[in-house]
């Protein structure tokens, strides 16, 4: 029965169909409303869906940022050991 609901090609022929297997009617009110239903918890899927994407995407990008800055930061205490070699050899 899942199947052929599945194939409906109208939302009114879904409904008919998850009635008739659940033995039940709909008012046209009840109707609309269980279509709403259907439609926000598929647009909620893929809001959620496009969210982790961005998520992975952010995260990503933060990774590329914290390998540059490493590579500045040991440059940045090479350069800065280098300087103290060259003024305590001035110094002394």
Do not use: P
């Not at 009840?30 to 893929?46: G, H, I, K, N, P």
């Amino acid at each position: 029965m899942w199947l052929k609901c599945a194939q409906a090609a109208s939302s009114e022929m879904l409904i008919n169909c998850i009635c008739l297997d659940l033995n039940c009617t709909l008012s046209n009110g009840m109707q609309m409303a269980f279509l709403f239903a259907l439609f926000t918890s598929a647009f909620c899927r893929e809001a959620a869906k496009e969210c982790r994407r961005r998520k992975k995407e952010y995260i990503k990008c933060l990774e590329s940022r914290v390998a540059v800055l490493e590579v500045q930061n040991k440059k940045l205490i090479q350069e800065l050991e280098t300087l103290k070699d060259i003024c305590s050899s001035k110094t002394d």
